[in-house]
């Protein structure tokens, strides 16, 4: 066996499980538009936490012990998490619409935050404004003021295609700055495809990478190299179940760590071990989560226990167990995930979560909504 420090899938729409499978092959804001945004518009508070606790089984099978989500009644959500002893992230997306809606949506999520942050030590909460396209720029300004003022981070997508930075009307730098979110707590940016890696980006901002996701959107590559040589804080996610169409860490640092070889043409350019630090370390500091993401004495005990008594693990020693995990291995090796000292997954079970009930729920959610 193998003991690895846990994932963390720094950027999801947990309940978007509850989605997968529509709106397949399309570009982003057609999926948005036309597949996507439709049905959200049927989703209750009860959809959402199945949907949630649904993808919670399908992280905690994979060795995921924290995730970010971006979604709707984060309420739910966080009674989710809290009932499974699970770690999360979570903000209320922000977007624009009739009077009044942002300002609504912004007090709901610092309400969030009050109820919520550091709860049992399992939950973050950071302001979620969704995206530039979706929340005008006076917006944008009066949520990172909240965001200072609250002592909260903010989580964000930021030009996730080339459309976005045609329509920003200044420079990625400018817009950071105009906008405020340079002076937050901590700065989550997630997918930065289309962010220059001549920008400016200080110590408190993490970019997101989620290259399943902007691959099969077919929103382009994110200069990650870059990024790396330039020492850049940079995490990993799988984005949401309806547009990767997994919750799988295990094929987003394969991904990872092939793609940018490929782009670059340099087999040294992005090494299996700075993958491996992107998909656990980075994500829990780029949230707050201290001491969380390696396996150190005194840290807590997000762990996964891998089994390498498999064939495609012979050869395999403490040198080279980073490079057989990010290329060689699976998320069907996953015996075990630990959260907190305490087993969420093991053998195939899950202790304190009732697997078959979550199905059903789900299942009859997915139905109602798909109508």
């Known amino acids: ?177 105009e906008s405020g979110l340079l002076n937050v707590p901590y700065l989550t940016l997630a997918h930065a495809v289309w962010l220059d890696p001549a920008t400016t980006v200080p110590d408190n901002v993490t970019l997101i990478h989620n290259p399943c996701s902007n691959l099969k959107l077919g929103s382009g590559v994110m200069p990650l190299a870059y990024w790396l040589d330039r020492d850049i804080s940079v995490a990993l996610g799988t984005d949401g179940a309806s547009s990767n169409n997994r919750l799988d860490m295990w094929e987003e640092m394969r991904t990872t760590a092939l793609l940018h070889k490929g782009v670059n043409k340099d087999p040294v350019c992005v090494s299996a071990l700075e993958v491996l630090r992107m998909a656990t370390y980075e994500g829990a500091k780029a949230y707050g989560f201290s001491q969380k993401g390696m396996i150190q004495e005194g840290w807590v005990a997000d762990l996964v226990l891998v089994n390498l008594d498999k064939p495609h693990y012979i050869g395999v020693n403490d040198e080279n167990l980073a490079a057989y995990i990010v290329y060689a291995g699976s998320s069907a090796d996953v015996e075990g995930t630990m959260i907190n000292g305490k087993w969420l997954y093991k053998n195939g079970q899950f202790p304190t979560l009732d697997k078959e009930e979550i199905v059903q729920k789900t299942i009859a959610a997915r139905d109602a909504i798909t109508q």
């Not at 309940?15 to 959200?40: D, F, N, S, Y």
């Not at 518009?41 to 959402?48: C, G, Q, S, V």
């Not at 912004?106 to 909460?125: C, F, M, P, S, W």
């Open 1 to 177: 066996m193998a003991v690895l420090p846990g994932f963390v899938n720094a950027h999801t729409h947990a309940a978007m499980v509850l989605l997968r499978g529509l709106g397949e092959e399309a570009p982003l804001m057609e999926w948005l538009q036309q597949k996507i945004w439709p049905v959200e518009d049927k989703l209750t508070p009860e959809y959402i936490y199945w949907g949630t606790l649904s993808a919670m089984l399908e992280m905690l099978s994979t060795g995921t012990t924290c995730f970010a989500d971006m979604y709707f009644e984060m309420d739910r959500v966080a009674e989710a998490v809290l009932s499974a002893g699970m770690r999360a992230a979570i903000c209320r997306g922000i977007t624009a619409g009739e009077p009044g809606k942002i300002e609504r949506s912004l007090q709901n999520n610092l309400d969030l935050a009050e109820k919520y942050h550091g709860r049992e030590g399992l939950i973050t909460v950071q302001l979620g404004p969704h995206a530039p396209y979706t929340v005008p720029l006076d917006s944008m300004k009066l949520i990172s003021q909240e965001a200072k003022s609250h002592g909260l981070g903010v989580h964000f997508h930021f030009l996730e295609t080339e459309g976005e930075l045609k329509n920003l009307g200044m420079t990625p730098e400018k817009y950071l700055e």
